[in-house]
T-cell receptor, first 113, second 114 residues
Framework: DTAVSQTPKYLVTQMGNDKSIKCEQN?????MYWYKQDSKKFLKIMFS???????INETVPNRFSPKSPDKAHLNLHINSLELGDSAVYFC????????????FGPGTRLTVT | GENVEQHPSTLSVQEGDSAVIKCTYS??????FPWYKQELGKRPQLIID?????GEKKDQRIAVTLNKTAKHFSLHITETQPEDSAVYFC?????????????FGAGTRLAVHP
């Protein structure tokens, strides 16, 4: 199936730990994004990469570090997890030529205890 | 600044009625306005979009209107069905260095009662 996929789907961890979320798209898109959706359902962009280059970097703590090994993958590493990091994290992708339509992954529900 | 306001936050209608969700944006450079539907526990999915050179667009039971002067756009769903129940997000795309950034509204939880 052509899609945006994320792993893991659920992640429960303790404060202070370091964790990673992986994202892959096989749509041939050039641009990938990370969004955070908090408990009130508010969706906010965190990062965007185009062809492995960082193009959008919102005001996000530097404990969050995205990495794009190639244009089909965008991973998110989070250091020293805090309670406030609990949220659903969505990966998305879009094609550079038509950069507007974004396809979302299934989300990763992160719970920090 | 970048801000998208969305109203109402919740909307309850009877099956067959129409539903209207309204959004306003602040950045006059915004040029693309998508609407996403998010069912419970699922990913946001694009249902319709409109660009700044168009005033209205329709796709079966859903339509979107855009008033650039007033900086507001609306989603209209006619003949609502229970499967339309979901959270709907509007967004405004702002071009930035050849790319775009989507600024989302806070969402509207639509409940369609049989």
């Amino acid at each position: 199936d052509t899609a945006v996929s994320q792993t893991p789907k659920y992640l429960v961890t303790q404060m202070g730990n370091d964790k990673s979320i992986k994202c892959e798209q096989n749509l041939g898109h050039d641009t990938m994004y990370w969004y955070k959706q908090d408990s009130k359902k508010f969706l906010k962009i965190m990062f965007s990469y185009n062809n492995k280059e960082l193009i959008i970097n919102e005001t996000v703590p530097n404990r969050f570090s995205p990495k794009s090994p190639d244009k089909a993958h965008l991973n998110l590493h989070i250091n020293s997890l805090e309670l406030g990091d609990s949220a659903v994290y969505f990966c998305a992708s879009s094609h550079q030529v038509n950069p507007y339509e974004q396809y979302f992954g299934p989300g990763t529900r992160l719970t920090v205890t | 600044g970048e801000n998208v306001e969305q109203h109402p936050s919740t909307l309850s209608v009877q099956e067959g009625d129409s539903a209207v969700i309204k959004c306003t944006y602040s950045d006059s450079a915004s040029n693309y306005f998508p609407w996403y539907k998010q069912e419970l526990g699922k990913r946001p999915q694009l249902i319709i979009d409109i660009r700044s050179n168009v005033g209205e667009k329709k796709d079966q039971r859903i339509a979107v209107t855009l008033n650039k002067t007033a900086k507001h756009f609306s989603l209209h769903i006619t003949e609502t069905q229970p499967e339309d129940s979901a959270v709907y997000f509007c967004a405004a795309s702002r071009p930035s260095g050849g790319y775009n950034k989507l600024i989302f509204g806070a969402g509207t939880r639509l409940a369609v009662h049989p």
